[in-house]
């Protein structure tokens, strides 16, 4: 499928429908005219075949599944347990529980510091459980604005009294939201509710970290007391950063102060599934109140073997390599790019930023999350160039990210090139020279006219 009919698929999968669908029930005209709403700013996502082009999009950052090397330690680990059954067949307080998932439990927690571990079906799952379950009526959620969905849908349904954001990675927006939690709340005050804080260690859309540090010291000098926790998503630093990929929190020796730590295992562990790190208490309320444990069947051996064998390949150290590997074409991404004549330009300009590169040099590690910040729709031209040269990349919008902060996300991977990362470079340079001649009002080249018609 090439890359004129990837998107001839995308723009006619924004074909208003109900117009076309007047006889049809009204339950279906009703669902029509809610996707009519999408297609109308063109924002109708349709599953998108794969095509064999570089692939600098998905979550796979290690690139073990894509390599093979998940495969053959998975069908290693399945053949080392010919007793297992494939399905489970029951929810995890039933029949469903093993000693292979304890097992594998008891390694993930050790291997992170932690002191129980727990297996979710899904990340999306585990957010929203603990969300809905953990915080308690007079508790208080304070979260980082941009974290994820799941995060967001936990805590609309959690059973919190007062629920406020702050913004995005700043301690000092943090400490001003707690002060004045602390000071319109005496039972706050007095230490008999508990503050929790939601954040993630690497943000998915924008590559940004979590300065962790400062958020404890900032709980710490405002509630001596002791009566807050953080919750924290290690989704996309699983496998990055820390020993052997342990993740933020170990990396920065912070294991003490963390009550809930949430490692999936579909972005650098390449499979499905994930684990919450926390001590007995929580793990058992998860387990008596989670409606996604209790009224779910539990992960399938296949499922858990995936996760054990991808574990097994941090915990020997079998990744390193490739971790390295990867902070070498990333800080090379960057260098190339900011070396170049016709970022200056695009940077005057305001029609380019890439704000993850920030002080790249000099950062302890960088991460696989490359959004390049275009103007409005801009991000649709600049993906529709990657494509067409063959480089698998997406335009970001809106509810994905906020409204009116387009991107298309870069995610780097162990087992790209430095060619191909210096050919993406160079698409993106040829697309810059393209919108300046716009915003200079001079005419695109022929090719370029031809493709911002059809995109």
């Known amino acids: ?169 700043n301690p000092t927006s943090l400490a001003a939201t707690l002060s004045d939690l602390r000071e319109n709340n005496e039972a706050v005050r007095l230490g008999m509710q508990t503050i929790i804080i939601a954040v993630e260690s690497v943000y998915s859309m924008d590559g940004t970290v979590a300065p962790l540090v400062e958020f404890v010291t900032v709980l710490e000098d405002l509630f001596p007391l002791k009566n807050w926790e953080i919750v924290i998503d290690e989704a996309h630093s699983t496998g990055l950063v820390g020993k052997n990929g342990r993740g933020l929190v170990c990396a920065l020796g912070l294991e003490d102060k963390i009550a809930i730590r949430l490692h999936t295992c579909g972005k650098g562990l390449g499979c499905t599934g994930a684990a919450v790190l926390c001590n007995a208490t929580v793990r058992n309320t998860l387990l008596n109140y989670a409606h996604c444990i209790i009224y779910s069947t539990s992960p399938t051996f296949p499922t858990l073997a995936a996760i054990r064998a991808a574990y097994k390949m941090l915990m020997n150290g079998d990744l390193a390599e490739r971790q390295q590997r990867l902070q070498k074409l990333i800080r090379h991404f960057y260098t190339r790019m900011y070396q170049h004549q016709a970022w200056s330009k695009a940077k005057s300009a305001e029609i380019l930023d890439i704000p993850s590169g920030k002080d790249y040099e000099s950062q302890p590690f960088v991460t696989q999350i490359v959004p390049l910040w275009t103007r409005n729709l801009d991000n649709h031209w600049l993906a529709s160039n990657l494509q067409y040269a063959n480089y698998r990349a997406w335009p970001v919008d809106y509810p994905v990210v906020p409204r009116d902060q387009g991107r298309v996300r870069l995610m780097f991977h162990a087992d790209n090139t430095i060619e191909q990362v210096d050919g993406v470079v160079e698409t993106i340079v040829k697309w810059i020279n393209e919108r300046l001649n716009v915003v200079e009002g001079q005419r695109p080249r022929k090719r370029d006219l031809q493709l911002r018609e059809k995109f």
């Open 1 to 169: 499928m090439s890359a004129l009919e990837v998107y001839k698929a995308i723009v006619e999968a924004q074909t208003l429908q109900l117009p076309l669908k007047q006889d049809a029930p009204i339950f279906t005209r009703n669902l029509e005219q809610r996707l009519d709403g999408r297609r109308k700013s063109e924002r109708l996502y349709a599953p998108k075949r794969p095509r064999e082009v570089v692939d600098f999009s998905s979550n796979d950052f290690l690139s073990i599944s894509s390599s093979g090397l998940l495969r053959s330690a998975f069908l290693e680990e399945m053949a080392q347990h010919p007793e297992m059954d494939i399905g489970t067949a029951a929810s995890r307080l039933l029949d469903g529980n093993s000693e292979y998932v304890e097992n594998l439990e008891r390694e993930i927690a050790s291997f992170h510091g932690a002191e129980t571990a727990l297996m979710f079906g899904s990340g999306y799952e585990a957010n929203i459980s603990i969300y809905e379950v953990i915080p308690l009526p007079g508790d208080m959620i304070v979260y980082d604005e941009l974290v994820h969905a799941s995060i967001h849908n936990g805590i609309r349904n959690s059973r919190a009294s007062i629920k406020k954001s702050f913004s995005h990675n």
